[in-house]
């Protein structure tokens, strides 16, 4: 594997734990956001998490900071231009990201790899959007980075074997589990961890149980280590939404339509953790 440096897209949730986990394994990353807040705020919660892990005994303070000596940041796409690799974590919407990759790909010097790490969208598609499909790949990393062993790689119908053996490596040489997957609907992971979720929304909308109640049948007799609708509040109950809605039409079959009373909690603006308010309070 010949990958040094490393270009993250997107400074949130799941940038920012990319970027954590690539620092930590000595590998050079930029992080790339729309704006200073962002990538300010994206380095800050990387530094917390180290810390998190200092409290742990998992690393020693010598080690954060040789971790935040390799990550540096920026607002402009074009300072990705020599990196081996491009990990795309910026916000969930085809559009978006149809136009991140062919900037990428106008950007990037010929060899580098663009991945993406979209929960749902088609990585044939994106791989589409620009001149070198068979040097696109997903690398579909789980929340939180740091914790979550897996890593979800996602092959579009061009990815080379090649590109493919490269993403496969570097998940590894950063602590990763990787496992293949074909490009479909939701891969493997939310196309039966989404339909859960949207199911325990729909228990909780016909008043078969409380949310405490449906998570606490789910823990303690599935043994799942966090309820659904925790889980949803964790990942974000928008983004819940909009992987069911890609099941949705990208199978055209019924089972997948969005609970009504997701797309009211996304209409109210109670995103789960991050806005505060979800199925649980976390604002008070
Ligand atoms: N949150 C999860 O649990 C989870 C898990 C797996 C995969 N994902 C995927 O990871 C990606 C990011 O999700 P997230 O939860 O980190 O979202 P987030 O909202 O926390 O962060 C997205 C970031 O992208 C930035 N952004 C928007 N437009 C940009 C642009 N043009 N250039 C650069 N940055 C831009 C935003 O400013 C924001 O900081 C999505 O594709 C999502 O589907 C999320």
């Known amino acids: 594997m010949n990958i040094k440096t490393v270009g993250v897209v997107g400074a949130g949730t799941m940038g920012n734990g990319i970027v954590q986990v ?13 704006g200073d807040e962002q990538v300010t705020l994206g380095l800050k919660t990387i530094s917390g998490s180290l810390d998190r892990l200092i409290k742990k005994e998992k690393i020693s303070e010598a080690d954060k900071q040789a971790a935040l000596a390799n990550i540096s940041t920026t607002t402009s796409i ?40 979209t929960s749902s969208i088609s990585l044939t598609r994106i791989a589409g959007a620009t001149k070198r499909a ?14 979550m062993a897996l890593v979800e790689v996602i092959r579009a119908l061009q990815t080379s074997d090649s590109t493919y053996q490269v993403v496969h490596e ?3 040489a950063i602590g990763k589990v990787p ?24 228990a909780l909308h016909e008043g078969l149980a409380d949310a405490a109640g449906i998570d606490t049948i789910m823990k303690l007799g599935m043994a799942h280590p966090m309820g659904p609708l925790e889980l949803a ?5 928008d983004t819940c939404l909009s992987v069911t809605k890609i099941l949705h039409e990208g199978f055209g079959d019924s089972k997948y339509r969005p609970c009504p009373l997701l797309q009211q909690m996304v209409d109210a603006g109670f995103l789960g953790r991050k806005s505060g308010r979800g199925f649980y309070r976390y604002d008070e």
């Open 170 to 172: 570097l998940s590894e």
């Open 22 to 34: 690539c620092a930590s394994a000595g590998l050079e990353v930029i992080m790339q956001d729309i």
């Open 78 to 117: 074009e300072d990705l231009a020599e990196v081996d690799i491009v990990i795309e974590a910026a916000t969930e919407n085809e559009t978006l990201k149809l136009q991140i990759f062919e900037q990428l790909d106008k950007t990037c010097k010929a060899d580098a790899i663009l991945a993406s790490n």
């Open 233 to 237: 509040d964790l990942v974000g109950l």
């Open 134 to 147: 068979e040097q696109v790949v997903g690398m579909h990393f789980m929340n939180p980075v740091p914790m």
């Open 179 to 202: 496992v293949e997957a074909k490009d479909s609907p939701g891969f493997v992971g939310n196309r039966i961890l989404i339909p859960m979720i949207n199911e325990a929304v729909f």
